[in-house]
């Protein structure tokens, strides 16, 4: 994957590893990838409603050791 821009919002609880997305997303380029890791366990829900609400594309989630990725795709 060609990432174009990382979030590291490890340690910030619900809005703000969304609030920190949104911002990181409005510098990218139509098709662009970001990539927002998160330590807070709603975030996948989070970022799964984010997607559907803004018409970005989730392209990837994952989870390990209680650090979750997140990859979206800039509409």
């Known amino acids: 994957m060609d990432?174009?821009?990382?979030?590291d919002a490890r340690g910030?609880?619900?809005p703000l590893p969304i609030?920190?997305?949104k911002k990181?997303?409005?510098?990218?380029q139509s098709g662009q990838?970001?990539?927002?890791l998160s330590?807070?366990?709603?975030?996948?829900r989070d970022f799964q409603a984010f997607a559907?609400?803004?018409?970005?594309?989730?392209?990837a989630q994952s989870e390990a050791q209680?650090?979750?990725?997140?990859?979206?795709?800039?509409?």
């Open 52 to 59: 559907e609400q803004t018409g970005n594309a989730l392209v």
């Open 24 to 28: 990181a997303l409005a510098e990218l």
């Open 33 to 36: 990838l970001l990539k927002v």
């Open 19 to 21: 609030l920190k997305a």
């Open 3 to 7: 990432i174009a821009k990382e979030v």
């Open 39 to 44: 330590t807070d366990p709603g975030s996948a």
């Open 66 to 75: 209680g650090e979750f990725t997140h990859v979206l795709r800039r509409r």
């Open 12 to 14: 910030l609880n619900c």
